[in-house]
T-cell receptor, first 118, second 112 residues
Framework: AQTVTQSQPEMSVQEAETVTLSCTYD???????LFWYKQPPSRQMILVIR??????QNATENRFSVNFQKAAKSFSLKISDSQLGDAAMYFC???????????????FGDGTTLTVKP | DAGITQSPRYKITETGRQVTLMCHQT?????MFWYRQDLGHGLRLIYY???????DKGEVPDGYVVSRSKTENFPLTLESATRSQTSVYFC???????????FGEGSRLTVL
C-alpha cells in the first residue's frame, strides 16, 4: 500500500521569506501523480500544485514550486515570498495513474500547519 | 453551477441514529470518494467508487455504507451513528485522466 509521510506537523515563516515543506512517499508504481493541497481555516481543499511522475521537470505555479526526487521518493513544496494568505494546513497526496478501479484513489499525509508571521 | 456539492454542511445527531450525507457532482467524473478528517489524522479514505454500481472499501469503512446507482451521486450512510464518527466528511471526485481530486466543502457531523 502506498504511504505518504509529512514529517513536519508545524512550520512557521516570516512574511516575504521562503519556506519548504517536506513530503516523502512509498510506492512500487512507476506512473503516478503527486499533489500539494492547501486547506485554509475555511476548510475548503484547494489544489496548490501537481506533478506527474513521468515528468523530470519540477512543477511551478507562481510562488509555489516543488522539488521532485523520484528515486528518493521525495516531493517537497517551496513557497517563495510568503504571504499572510498562505497560512493554512498543507497536505501532500499521492495518486496512482492508470484507469483501473484502484487508479483514482489518493493517499494523503497527515498535513503540515503553516503559520505566516507578519 | 458545475461542481461538487455536499449536504448537509452541518449535522448534529444522537448515538444510534441513521445519518446520510449526500454528494453530487456535475462533471460526470468516474471516481468518487468519501474521506473523513480528524485532528492528527489528515484525510482517511472511507469508501470509493470507480463507476456507477462499483464501490470498494477504503482505509476506515466500518460503520459506513455507500451506494452509487447514478454516476453523479454518492451518498454515505452511517447506519447507527457512534461518537467516534464525529468528524468532518469530505466527498471528492476525479476523472480517469484528470489527476487531482475535486472536493466538496465538507460536512461537519457531531454525534452526541
Amino acid at each position: 500500500a502506498q504511504t505518504v509521510t509529512q514529517s513536519q506537523p508545524e512550520m512557521s515563516v516570516q512574511e516575504a521569506e521562503t519556506v519548504t515543506l517536506s513530503c516523502t512517499y512509498d510506492t512500487s508504481e512507476s506512473d503516478y501523480y503527486l499533489f500539494w493541497y492547501k486547506q485554509p481555516p475555511s476548510r475548503q481543499m484547494i489544489l496548490v500544485i501537481r506533478q506527474e511522475a513521468y515528468k523530470q521537470q519540477n512543477a511551478t505555479e507562481n510562488r509555489f514550486s516543488v522539488n521532485f526526487q523520484k528515486a528518493a521518493k521525495s516531493f517537497s513544496l517551496k513557497i517563495s515570498d510568503s504571504q499572510l494568505g498562505d497560512a493554512a494546513m498543507y497536505f501532500c497526496a499521492y495518486r496512482r495513474a492508470g484507469v483501473n478501479t484502484n487508479a483514482g484513489k489518493s493517499t494523503f499525509g497527515d498535513g503540515t500547519t503553516l503559520t505566516v508571521k507578519p | 453551477d458545475a461542481g461538487i456539492t455536499q449536504s448537509p454542511r452541518y449535522k448534529i445527531t444522537e448515538t444510534g441514529r441513521q445519518v446520510t450525507l449526500m454528494c453530487h457532482q456535475t462533471w460526470s467524473h468516474s471516481y468518487m470518494f468519501w474521506y473523513r478528517q480528524d485532528l492528527g489524522h489528515g484525510l482517511r479514505l472511507i469508501y470509493y467508487s470507480a463507476a456507477a454500481d462499483i464501490t470498494d472499501k477504503g482505509e476506515v469503512p466500518d460503520g459506513y455504507v455507500v451506494s452509487r446507482s447514478k454516476t453523479e451521486n454518492f451518498p454515505l450512510t452511517l447506519e447507527s451513528a457512534t461518537r467516534s464518527q464525529t468528524s468532518v466528511y469530505f466527498c471528492a471526485s476525479t476523472g480517469q485522466y484528470t489527476g487531482e481530486l475535486f472536493f466538496g466543502e465538507g460536512s461537519r457531523l457531531t454525534v452526541l
